[in-house]
């Protein structure tokens, strides 16, 4: 089992930026490729970004490409989400995950509760 909590949502003008933070505990953490998910009301949960257990690999949807940066601290168990340039349209839930699969493409097993991001037009 491993167990995560995302921290770090808010409320941010479009253009603004925002860090969310996840934190892993419960079992080693660099055996699990992790992503950030996020869900918009009256919409499916969409996967945001990806990082391999080691971090040499990650993966971004095309609708955050060149604006958000997915990383992780193994030594401190966390993984990362930089949110740049932020527009309306990335208001949203976001969700931590983690998977014990050897890819990082999933599927994922373990999420967090959530943090919300609301982008202020």
């Known amino acids: 089992q491993v167990q995560l909590v995302e921290s770090g949502g808010g409320m941010v003008q479009a253009g603004g930026s925002l860090r969310l933070s996840c934190a892993a505990s419960?079992?080693?953490?660099?055996?699990?490729?992790m992503a950030w998910f996020r869900q918009a009301p009256g919409k499916e949960r969409e996967s945001v970004a990806r990082?391999?257990?080691?971090?040499?690999?990650?993966y971004y949807a095309d609708s955050v490409k060149g604006r958000f940066t997915i990383s992780r601290d193994n030594a401190k168990n966390m993984v990362f989400l930089q949110m740049n340039s932020l527009k309306p349209e990335d208001t949203a839930v976001y969700y931590c995950?983690?998977?014990?699969?050897?890819?990082?493409?999933?599927?994922?097993?373990?999420w967090g509760q959530g943090t919300q991001v609301t982008v202020s037009s």
């Open positions: 995950a983690a998977t014990g699969r050897l890819t990082y493409t999933g599927p994922y097993d373990y």
């Open positions: 419960g079992r080693t953490f660099s055996n699990y490729g």
């Open positions: 990082i391999s257990r080691s971090g040499g690999n990650t």
